[in-house]
């Protein structure tokens, strides 16, 4: 495994490795204003997590809280196997921030952030050069090294910003909107760059805005609305959960196409293309069950599609003005 990073296996049994980051009942408020009605978290070592929400919805405040930077109302949380509150020193050594707004000094070069970072972390000014070096050309900022920061674009800032965190070697990262402001490309550059963190074994607990850039990298998004958290899972099973779901099939021959009109009960007919609509969650299971239907009827379909709602539709159902009731479907329209 190429890794300047310890992967989290726990020395004493070689078990699988325990949570990074586990929090229950985390709340937190401002006067009388309650920011976190006691959430829970689950983040598995060698993963990313992406936390979602709205503006205000208490992202950074929840990234603040699990990096010690504020202290929480209540809850238990565990960061690297350490008790936040009572072990806040081990906590910070196992963890890196990258904030929502940049901790890059502009008045100084690229490198002299580095430098700065390396002094932090006690590192020998040998090692802290030979880190500084091996960072910023693993960010592409080799060039621009020796130039004042306040002159790089936002993208290189933001390269500089993570690589300032990574100069600690951390094993858990948390990342606060590490995309926002940053073009098409250079978001697509910062992916491989958070996806090669995991590869080497750290764990990635980032907030973001973009429901894409969740679906592309976290292996599990939990949804953060109203102080609580409204619905946490893969991108796949949180697309499940808000109906829009379908199977669409097509036929070229009209014959089969009605055979299979007559068969499939519920579905939407589309006479004009030959097409069937059938509403689904996407499930294997769901998915067999139309098979079967057709495969009785002797009819294959030429074409077939599943159409699964996207994360937007999710968060979009989920983060509605109105409280998601907690029985849904009794009023659906
Ligand atoms: N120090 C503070 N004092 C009072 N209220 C605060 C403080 N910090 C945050 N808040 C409030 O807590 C709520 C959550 O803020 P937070 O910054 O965590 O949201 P967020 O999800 O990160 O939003 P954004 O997407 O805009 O970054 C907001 O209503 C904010 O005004
Ligand atoms: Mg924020």
Do not use: C
């Not at 900022?141 to 910003?161: I, N």
């Not at 099939?249 to 007919?269: I, M, N, Q, S």
């Amino acid at each position: 495994m190429p890794s300047s990073v310890m992967p989290m296996i726990n020395p004493t049994d070689g078990r699988p490795p325990a949570a990074a980051i586990s929090a229950t009942g985390l709340r937190k408020s401002y006067g009388d204003k309650t920011v976190l009605d006691g959430i829970d978290l689950h983040v598995p070592a060698g993963s990313i997590f992406a936390l979602l929400g709205p503006n205000g919805a208490g992202k950074t405040t929840a990234v603040k809280i699990l990096s010690t930077l504020i202290t929480a109302d209540g809850g238990q949380v565990r960061v690297g196997g350490h008790d936040l509150t009572a072990e806040a020193q081990a906590v910070r050594a196992a963890i890196g921030v990258t904030g929502q707004f940049s901790a890059v000094d502009g008045l100084i070069t690229g490198e002299e952030n580095m430098l700065l970072m390396a002094d932090l972390h006690h590192l020998s000014r040998q090692e802290g050069r030979r880190v500084t070096a091996e960072l910023l050309q693993r960010f592409d900022l080799t060039e621009a090294a020796k130039k004042p920061a306040s002159t790089y674009s936002g993208g290189m800032k933001r390269r500089l910003d993570i690589a300032m965190t990574l100069v600690g070697a951390p094993r858990i990262i948390f990342l606060d909107e590490p995309t926002t402001g940053l073009d098409p490309r250079s978001r697509h550059t910062m992916w491989g760059i958070i996806r090669e963190l995991v590869t080497g074994g750290v764990t990635v607990f980032l907030t973001t805005q973009y429901l894409e850039e969740a679906d592309q990298l976290a292996d599990r998004i939990a949804v953060l609305h109203d102080g609580k958290i409204a619905a946490e899972g893969t991108a796949e099973e949180l697309k499940r959960l808000v109906p829009g779901g379908h199977v669409r099939l097509r036929f070229t021959d009209p014959a089969a196409y009605r055979a299979a009109a007559a068969a499939l009960t519920g579905a939407a007919h589309d006479d004009e293309a030959l097409a069937l609509q059938l509403p689904s969650d996407g499930s294997q299971r769901a998915l067999r069950s139309v098979l079967d239907r057709l495969d009785s009827t002797g009819v294959e379909a030429d074409e077939l599609t599943v159409h699964t709602p996207d994360l937007d539709d999710v968060f979009f159902a989920l983060t509605a003005a109105a409280p998601v009731p907690a029985q849904p479907k009794e009023s659906a329209r």
